[in-house]
């Protein structure tokens, strides 16, 4: 029998777990995505665009399209998807896994500042901070205009639009991953002495180790906590657990 699987996408582990699902008998993958970039990247197999209407919206879909298993593999920053495929399944009687990537760990020699959300890191910089990079996605800028006194670096694929009120700012258009020799090269080149990022994990990683090696304070956002499910940190685990339904 074909068991219909739903992945929560927009994350590279949805990508890869729709395009892993694309070669196995009895199994057959739909990607769900959000709806936000104009022109996403097609997974394998069937896409769904746009969201569901809530939990009960989502939870009406699992039944209606039989849905056998659900995938929650949203980005780690997606704080409320996960949230509501937990209510969903537990109300449609319906299996969830949450495939999400490791986050990075503080290494010795990080001098990392935790921080649970950006107004928190906004507060943080206002010690000790007078030249930051701040490779963030260009909608979560906002916050950090506030700070005039400091000199900002932005890296992201796109501009912001609108651009926020920087009273001093320089915006570098680029899209990783990056090498760490590169990254060291242009912390060292804007003389930046703090970074801020948020917990993503995976391959954009060598920021954090040029930063080590500088001895630089990185403000580095916290996941935001989520509901507790069978977890999977990579695909072959998520496969081993659907083979396991
Ligand atoms: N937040 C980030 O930093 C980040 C980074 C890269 C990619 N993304 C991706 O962008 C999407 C939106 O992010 P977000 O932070 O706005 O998420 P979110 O706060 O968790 O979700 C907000 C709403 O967007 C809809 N939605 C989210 N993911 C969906 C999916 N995979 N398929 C269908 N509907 C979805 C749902 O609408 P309904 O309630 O109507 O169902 C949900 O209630 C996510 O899929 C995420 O994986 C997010």
Redesign the pocket.
């Known amino acids: 029998m074909l068991r219909t699987i739903l992945i929560?996408?927009?994350?590279a582990e949805a990508q890869a777990l729709a395009g892993a699902l694309a070669g196995r008998p009895g199994l057959k993958g739909i990607t769900?995505?959000?709806g936000?970039t104009a022109q996403p990247r097609r997974p394998a197999g069937a896409l769904r665009i746009?969201?569901?209407?809530?939990a009960e919206?989502?939870a009406d879909y699992l039944r209606a399209e039989w849905i056998a298993a659900v995938v929650d593999a949203?980005?780690p920053?997606?704080?409320?998807?996960g949230w509501?495929a937990a209510q969903a399944c537990a109300a449609a009687g319906v299996p969830l896994l949450r495939l999400e990537r490791p986050a990075w760990l503080r290494q010795p020699g990080d001098v990392w500042d935790e921080v649970e959300d950006w107004a928190a890191a906004v507060d943080r910089l206002r010690t000790g901070a007078r030249r930051v990079l701040l490779a963030l996605?260009r909608q979560e800028l906002a916050p950090f205009a506030a700070l005039t006194e400091i000199w900002f670096l932005i890296r992201s694929v796109q501009a912001p639009e609108p651009w926020p009120p920087f009273a001093q700012a320089e915006f570098l258009p680029a899209r990783g991953p990056f090498s760490v020799a590169d990254e060291r090269a242009l912390l060292l080149e804007h003389g930046i002495d703090t970074l801020v990022c948020k917990n993503s994990g995976g391959p954009t990683g060598a920021k954090l180790e040029a930063a080590r090696a500088l001895g630089l304070r990185v403000v580095m956002r916290r996941r935001p906590p989520r509901p507790e499910t069978a977890r999977a940190d990579g695909v072959d685990q998520a496969l081993a657990w659907l083979e396991r339904l």
């Open positions: 929560l996408g927009g994350s769900a995505l959000a936000r746009g969201g569901f209407g809530g919206g989502l949203t980005h920053f997606a704080a409320r998807m509501n996605g």
